[in-house]
């Protein structure tokens, strides 16, 4: 039999005369609790004076416990009785009427629960965190009523009837008093939106005061930047419709006239720095329209320059003076002494994986030093640039002495392990997959640990790379890789095994640029796997087809002898390009690249750019003897709308010394990911073979490729992680030896590639423009990176290789 | 390539002469209130103060070096008065290997595995509570 | 092999307590652990005024403690302290609290914060029980705690020491002597002290703390390193120490 919560328990004290002596307590009532624990709460105990206000106390702090529903207390000649009902004992919590939220999300939120003690107070605040939970899911016309069914033993059950109610979404937002700004342009800045049914990605569309409150911050904020330095919100009312479906939000706003900027001045009573030495560093025109953002800049400016000039305690305040008919605003940015304070501590915590000096050694301060608040932004940033935290947070705390203070560095931890598979289609629909595991934070410790498994019919290979950031714990990267790598170039033709490694070291040459220095030492076997078959009329010409020494199988036919071995054995192939990079060979070669790096964010580079240029020497020993040197950039600029354009080049250049001729195996080949819409190897100097037949890349010495590519605003929110871009890539790769030619010498090894019927040379070899474009997405899925890129070639050759649709999918862990 | 300065320690601000004391003079509180907080005030003795200012430079993959260093020593008598004033400048350094003997500590360390699987500090406990009390009631 | 659906099984079964009871603890026995939680959950639930509710609170709060479920553990010994505060098992339930924090503390390279609770409900369990066998060995642990905390204090002051950051290092080893005196670092804080101020050239300084190392703990590794210093910078430490130095021979 269930029945509404019965009304606050009645208490009742009697009360015999103004006061007495209490010879005994008598505890009854309680079943759960003992006798010993109501005394140990009870504030009288036996032998005390007791009166009406120590009866009163007694029965409140009883009842402050939380654990009985009634007291009563008697004093009866001079015998304090003391009657108490304990509340029930929770048995189960139901939830009825709850279709849209999952009961777990109630869970977490609710303080009553199985086992728990059921008191009135604890009823009524999780019928309020019930609301909460909906009115946070935008359904305002919620409601709640608890209900609880008594059971022996003392024990309830207790059911919360919920009635949902619609979703309260935002109909309509309107503004009073702007005319500067259209109502529906407002509307872009705030970030409340109206509820709309094909906008389904929309998560702002339901009434939340926080992001009201934060409306109004991103108005003032938009306004103060474009002059109005008047501006305020008078008002920002939600009114629910009737039906309780709706609000109508209504901004009342006064933006005040637009302001343009006065004279500016830096006055400073720091003896030697000159005033107007800071005037330069102040971002500010006079004449400008006003712009609070700038004025923000000016003093960090200043504050950035005063520290270099040696004063460690500076405080910039500008002060703002309007005259309202010019309508100008001059700024005068007082300069002086600031208080002396000095960090005394700095505190890391959040950090469950990493050691504390990995995180340690990112702080550019030191405990001691002086306090300074752009190091402790560069801090922050470089902390949160080591890409092992999702937040970072830096806060101040008052320290042991006045001029004192403690930093507290607070870090959050992600997961910093990932394996990713790859897969891919192209046109020639061959099938590649791969598998890397990678762990950028190994036992905390910084260091990152790759492992790359890679398998496909065509390639096999294990690579492990590790590197410590810190080595000797010096600001000196320090790593080395190692790898066995089985290569099918089927695009070009050869089979390479190869086992080697590296180590590669790498320091900052200054604030923004590094150089690495590496060494390679690599084992290559390159084989021509495949057969051929020459004819001749009798046996013992066999011989004469093939180099001395070549195996071959001679039989029978038609009327001569069909004579069979290796490829390249036989003499006339032995011009073909591919016959002279086979065999055994080694290579040793020092490197250096030159990195630069001024992007404003290195995950989601928006503005600013990056090069790096980089030369390889192989022939410090070994029997390989060429210099390859690459150049890429990259320019970043974010544009209206939050379109943000890039343009990227990629040059590239190997040539063989010492009269030794540069290997296909060591060629450019350019295709895949870094020409997009054509096959990996897909464009460059190819031998082209009859229709039908595989037509050979034999790579380029030489390749310039050009990209520009415009990342495209998404109506996804930010961390659904969807980004995409519409890009071009154009460029070309070309220049082969001259001895790669000789093929091209004799016409009888010319060959009708493309079917037009005209006998072409064997090798295609013209440094003509190729050009692509293409849509490519990444999603940053919750099992991992997704990409896809989609292109058309629209400018090629007839002899490249095509390839429309490329993808890859990972995971992380 | 660019080097990259660094002040640390007490800042003498351009232009603010040398820290100094009167003997018998100035006291705890005068060099309190003159200079502020010593930089290091040793735990086991309050009788000296020292007030230290250093300049670093890091370059590249050089480990950061101490171009200057300078040390102020108040020394106080039990009253609190100033006894002496001694400085130590950079080449009263000495180049001290240290060594790396640590203290133990204990604490669950993060194992490969831990990581991997991403449960941390999870190890059976060491000795410890035994099965509450087996008598019933 | 959703849990909650055990819980429904066992739900309505309404047994005497003693069986449940006897089967919780077989189950415990078995080491099916799992099992045994439920069943000791249920004696709870079912006969939540028998004084086996109480037992099973515990027994239940113990399996999990046993199972590194510390958060769990310490969640149902809140419960039993918040509604039996003074049962005479109260001292077991603080006490088992506390463990569960101690387990958990971290290497000294971090985050200590779960060392910070572990000192917190030591202290507590010292302070409200006394004379009990628990706040014998809460204090025990309260001193392992203690020197863990140093301990971290002393792996910052090295890491600074190494960087030749002699201010930030002293200042760290200071704190380790003027809070844990009593620690097993505090000879080594002694000697790191020796070291820093000799490489700034503050020879006073160096000695009062060899002083204060040779009088504490002449016998110790630390002394020796702090003596060797001296020898090899031919640097008289003072007469009183040297005194001592010639008695440690």
């Not at chain 1, 007495?20 to 009532?29: M, N, P, Y």
């Not at chain 1, 084992?523 to 020459?534: A, C, H, K, P, Q």
């Not at chain 1, 099992?783 to 390839?803: H, K, N, S």
């Not at chain 3, 026995?29 to 639930?45: L, P, Q």
């Amino acid at each position: 039999q269930t029945q509404p919560v019965p009304d606050a328990p009645s208490a009742a004290v009697q009360q015999e005369q103004q006061s007495a002596f209490v010879r005994q307590v008598i505890i009854q009532g309680n079943q759960r609790i003992e006798s010993d624990t109501v005394r140990s709460y009870l504030t009288i105990g036996a032998g005390q004076e007791v009166d009406q206000l120590s009866l009163d106390t007694a029965l409140k702090t009883l009842f402050g416990t939380g654990l009985f529903k009634d007291v009563n207390i008697a004093l009866v000649d001079n015998v304090l009785v003391v009657e108490v009902a304990e509340n029930p004992i929770v048995n189960r919590i139901i939830y009825e009427g709850n279709r849209r939220t999952k009961e777990d999300k109630f869970e977490e939120e609710v303080q009553l629960a199985p086992r728990v003690i059921y008191t009135q107070a604890k009823v009524q605040s999780d019928v309020q965190r019930i609301i909460e939970v909906y009115r946070r899911s935008g359904r305002f016309a919620a409601t709640v009523t608890p209900k609880i069914t008594e059971l022996p033993q003392n024990r309830v059950d207790v059911i919360f009837e919920i009635d949902e109610g619609p979703v309260t979404g935002v109909s309509k937002i309107n503004f009073i008093g702007n005319d500067v700004y259209t109502d529906a342009e407002l509307r872009d800045v705030v970030l409340t939106a109206e509820s709309r049914w094909w906008n389904i990605f929309e998560s702002n569309d339901n009434y939340d005061p926080d992001r009201l409150e934060y409306d109004r911050e991103l108005l003032r904020k938009h306004y103060t930047q474009s002059g109005y330095a008047d501006f305020q919100v008078v008002s920002a009312v939600a009114e629910l419709t009737p039906d309780r479906k709706e609000f109508f939000i209504t901004f009342q706003v006064e933006e005040g006239p637009q302001y343009e900027f006065g004279n500016i001045d830096v006055q400073t009573t720091l003896e030697r720095v000159n005033e107007d030495l800071l005037r330069r560093t102040v971002p500010i025109r006079s004449g400008t329209t006003f712009n609070s953002e700038l004025i923000e800049s000016a003093t960090e400016a200043i504050t950035y320059s005063t520290g270099i000039s040696g004063y460690a305690f500076v405080d910039v305040n500008p002060q703002l003076t309007r005259n309202t008919e010019a309508r100008t605003v001059d700024v005068t940015f007082r300069v002086n002494e600031g208080p002396r304070v000095y960090i005394e501590r700095i505190n890391i915590g959040g950090n469950t994986n990493t050691l504390d000096r990995v995180i340690r050694r990112e702080v550019s301060l030191v405990e001691g030093d002086a306090f300074n608040k752009i190091l402790v932004e560069r801090s922050e940033r470089r902390v949160q640039g080591l890409g092992y935290f999702s937040d970072v947070e830096i806060s101040e705390s008052p320290g042991s002495a006045p001029d004192r203070t403690v930093l507290d560095l607070k870090v959050t931890e992600q997961s910093t392990g990932s394996f990713s598979v790859g897969a891919g289609v192209s046109s020639t629909d061959d099938f590649i997959a791969n598998m890397s595991i990678e762990q950028r934070n190994l036992l905390g410790r910084g260091q990152l640990l790759q492992l790359d498994l890679r398998a496909s019919a065509r390639t096999r290979s294990v690579q492990v790379s590790f590197r410590e950031p810190y080595f000797l714990d010096r600001n000196l990267a320090a790593g080395f890789d190692v790898y066995n790598t089985r290569l099918d170039y089927e695009e070009a033709g050869f089979v390479q095994d190869s086992l080697g490694g590296g180590l590669n070291v790498g320091f900052p040459v200054s604030e923004s640029a590094r150089l690495n220095l590496n060494y390679l030492l690599r084992r290559d076997n390159v084989l021509i796997e495949s057969s051929f078959t020459g004819f001749v009329e009798d046996e013992d010409e066999a011989e004469s087809l093939v180099v001395p020494g070549a195996d071959i199988t001679t039989s029978p036919s038609q009327g001569g002898f069909a004579v069979s071995g290796d490829y390249c054995d036989f003499i006339a192939n032995q011009l073909q390009p591919t016959c002279e990079s086979q065999g055994d060979f080694l290579t040793s070669a020092l490197g250096y690249s030159l990195q630069f790096n001024r992007l404003d964010n290195p995950y989601r580079p928006a503005n600013g750019w990056r090069a790096s240029l980089s030369q390889t020497f192989a022939g410090v020993g070994g029997d390989v003897q060429y210099l390859k040197t690459q150049f890429a950039s990259a320019h970043y600029k974010s544009l209206p709308y939050d379109f943000v354009g890039s343009l990227k080049l990629n040059v590239g250049y190997v040539d063989g010394w010492g009269g030794d001729k540069i290997r296909l195996t060591d060629r450019f080949y350019r295709g895949g990911s870094t020409f997009r819409g054509f096959e990996i190897a897909g464009i460059g100097p190819r031998q082209v073979s009859p229709q039908g037949q595989r037509n050979r890349a034999i790579g380029a010495k030489a390749f310039v490729v050009g990209t520009a590519e415009m990342l495209l605003p998404l109506p996804f929110p930010e961390e659904y992680g969807i980004r995409a871009s519409l890009f071009t890539d154009v460029g070309t790769a070309g220049i082969v030896d001259e001895d790669d030619k000789r093929l091209n010498d004799d016409i009888a090894n010319y060959v009708d590639y493309n079917g037009d019927g005209i006998f072409d040379e064997p090798i295609q070899d013209d440094l003509s423009l190729r050009a692509s474009a293409g849509i490519s997405i990444d999603w940053n899925s919750p099992f991992g990176p997704v990409r896809i890129d989609i292109a058309e070639a629209l400018l090629r050759e007839d002899y490249d290789e095509t390839e429309s649709f490329r993808f890859s999918a990972g995971g992380q862990f | 390539c660019v080097s990259t300065r660094a002040r640390h320690g007490y800042i003498i601000e351009r232009g603010e002469t040398e820290l100094t004391a009167e003997q018998g003079l100035d006291s705890r509180e005068s060099v309190l209130a003159r200079y502020g907080e010593p930089t290091l005030r040793p735990a086991l003795n309050d009788n000296t103060w020292y007030y230290v200012t250093m300049t670093t430079n890091a370059r590249a993959f050089f480990r950061t070096q101490t171009t200057n260093r300078q040390v102020v020593a108040f020394n106080f008598d039990n009253e609190g008065s100033v006894t002496a004033v001694e400085t130590y400048a950079l080449d009263d350094a000495m180049n001290i290997n240290l060594v790396d003997r640590e203290t133990p500590t204990r604490g669950k360390q993060l194992t490969f595995i831990e990581q991997l699987v991403g449960s941390v500090g999870q190890l059976p406990p060491t000795q410890g509570p035994q099965v509450p009390g087996q008598d019933q009631r | 092999c959703g849990s909650n659906d055990k819980d429904d099984k066992f739900a309505y079964v309404e047994r005497p307590v003693e069986q449940l009871y006897e089967e919780a603890t077989n189950a415990m026995n078995r080491k099916r652990y799992e099992e045994a939680i439920a069943y000791f959950d249920e004696v709870e639930r079912q006969h939540p005024y028998s004084s086996w509710a109480r037992r099973a609170m515990l027994m239940s709060a113990y399996i999990k403690y046993e199972t590194n479920d510390y958060q769990a553990a310490i969640d149902d010994l809140d419960r039993f302290i918040s509604i039996h505060p003074g049962n005479k098992d109260a001292p077991y339930a603080y006490y088992l609290k506390a463990m569960s924090y101690y387990e958990r503390i971290r290497d000294v390279g971090r985050d200590q914060s779960i060392t910070r609770q572990a000192l917190d409900s030591l202290q507590e369990v010292v302070r409200r029980y006394p004379e009990t066998e628990y706040a014998r060995d809460a204090r025990l642990k309260l001193d392992l705690t203690y020197d863990h905390i140093a301990g971290k204090e002393m792996d910052i002051g090295r890491w600074y020491l190494q960087r030749n950051q002699h201010v930030a290092a002293i200042n760290r080893f200071n704190k380790v002597l003027e809070q844990y005196q009593t620690t097993s670092h505090a000879p080594e804080a002694l000697h790191r002290m020796v070291e820093a101020y000799l490489e700034m050239g503050i020879v006073p300084e160096a000695r009062r703390h060899a002083a204060i190392l040779g009088y504490n703990y002449p016998g110790s590794d630390w002394y020796e390193d702090t003596y060797r210093l001296f020898q090899r910078y031919d640097l008289e430490m003072t007469d009183q120490v040297q005194r001592t130095a010639e008695a440690a021979q």
